[in-house]
Every structure is written in structure tokens, then in C-alpha cells.
């Protein structure tokens, strides 16, 4: 990735001083407006699934999401994604402005595949951080979900690499 700020459409990615890269709004969204798409290898979970903590262990970061598709759990795992603005989207769990949309079944066989993205809960303004409840509680194996918006939200001029410039 190339500097320390990037866009893709919907969402810009920016440094923030102390918690490294997350996505802010690139545009005003409206409550119900599709906001971005959370890409990555798409792969059933198993029992014994755990790739997202397997992740951050080698010190790749965990950038898995899981979502159910008709009754069976899949993991979207965006770890090798860097370019894409999704996996930067911070968790809140009080002050989330986006939700998890249900995967969709995009194409036809054999070349079909899910997809999944997120909305705006409420009107978001320029420059706002995005979060997402990522609807883990308390985890020792995750020490960044004990934080909320209400206390980490930045704007996008208030970020690192807005203010280096």
C-alpha cells in the first residue's frame, strides 16, 4: 500500500496516531445507504475454526468476519486484502453507525460467490470513522474489543496522516 492514506470509492483509509490504519467515510451516507464491501477468501467454518486467532498470532492482524448463509457459517477472511477499505473498519459496540448486511449469492455456478457488506445505521458524515459491532464481547484473545466509538472516534482531519501533510 502506497503512503498512508488511500480510497476506494465509499471509504478512505487513513493513519490513526496510536491505532494504526482505519476507514472513514469518503462521502455523506444516509441511514440504509450501502456503504462498502467486506472482500476476502470465503470459506466455510469448521468447529475447530480458528483462523482469525491463528492470524493475529503470526502477527498478520485478524481481519476475519463470519456470517451465515443459509443455515451454515462461512468466514470471510480479508488478511490478505490490504487494498481493500473494508477490513479497516474499527469495532463499537454501543456507537457502531454501520450494520452487517446478510450475504448475497452473487453469479451463477460455477463461478458464484458471496458477498457481503455494510449500511449505514444512521446518516454519517464526511470524514466520519466507520464502526461495525463485530458482536464479540470481552475476549482475552481479542484486547481491542473492549474499546467503543464513543471513546476512540476520530474525524478524517483529525488523523495522522491528515495532519502530516
Same mark, same amino acid.
Given at each position: 500500500?502506497?503512503?498512508?492514506?488511500?480510497?476506494?470509492?465509499?471509504?478512505?483509509?487513513?493513519?490513526?496516531?496510536?491505532?494504526?490504519?482505519?476507514?472513514?467515510?469518503?462521502?455523506?451516507?444516509?441511514?440504509?445507504?450501502?456503504?462498502?464491501?467486506?472482500?476476502?477468501?470465503?470459506?466455510?467454518?469448521?468447529?475447530?475454526?480458528?483462523?482469525?486467532?491463528?492470524? =493475529?498470532? +503470526?502477527?498478520? %492482524?485478524?481481519?476475519?468476519?463470519?456470517?451465515?448463509?443459509?443455515?451454515?457459517?462461512?468466514? *470471510? &477472511?480479508?488478511?490478505?486484502?490490504?487494498?481493500?477499505?473494508?477490513?479497516?473498519?474499527?469495532?463499537?459496540?454501543?456507537?457502531?453507525?454501520?450494520?452487517?448486511?446478510?450475504?448475497?449469492?452473487?453469479?451463477?455456478?460455477?463461478? =458464484?460467490? +458471496?458477498?457481503? %457488506?455494510?449500511?449505514?445505521?444512521?446518516?454519517?458524515?464526511?470524514?466520519?470513522?466507520?464502526? *461495525? &459491532?463485530?458482536?464479540?464481547?470481552?475476549?482475552?484473545?481479542?484486547?481491542?474489543?473492549?474499546?467503543?466509538?464513543?471513546?476512540?472516534?476520530?474525524?478524517?482531519?483529525?488523523?495522522?496522516?491528515?495532519?502530516?501533510?
Amino acid at each position: 500500500m502506497k503512503g498512508e492514506t488511500y480510497s476506494r470509492e465509499n471509504v478512505i483509509v487513513a493513519m490513526v496516531e496510536g491505532r494504526g490504519r482505519s476507514a472513514f467515510a469518503a462521502k455523506n451516507f444516509k441511514a440504509g445507504d450501502f456503504v462498502c464491501e467486506y472482500r476476502g477468501v470465503v470459506r466455510q467454518k469448521e468447529d475447530d475454526d480458528w483462523g482469525d486467532q491463528r492470524n =493475529a498470532s +503470526l502477527g498478520l %492482524g485478524c481481519y476475519c468476519l463470519d456470517a451465515t448463509y443459509k443455515n451454515v457459517v462461512y468466514v *470471510f &477472511d480479508a488478511t490478505a486484502s490490504i487494498n481493500d477499505p473494508g477490513r479497516y473498519i474499527n469495532h463499537a459496540r454501543k456507537n457502531c453507525n454501520l450494520l452487517k448486511m446478510q450475504p448475497v449469492m452473487i453469479g451463477e455456478p460455477p463461478h =458464484a460467490g +458471496l458477498r457481503i %457488506g455494510f449500511v449505514a445505521k444512521m446518516d454519517i458524515a464526511y470524514g466520519e470513522e466507520l464502526f *461495525f &459491532d463485530y458482536g464479540i464481547q470481552n475476549d482475552p484473545a481479542f484486547p481491542w474489543i473492549t474499546t467503543d466509538a464513543k471513546r476512540i472516534a476520530t474525524t478524517l482531519k483529525n488523523t495522522h496522516s491528515a495532519s502530516a501533510r
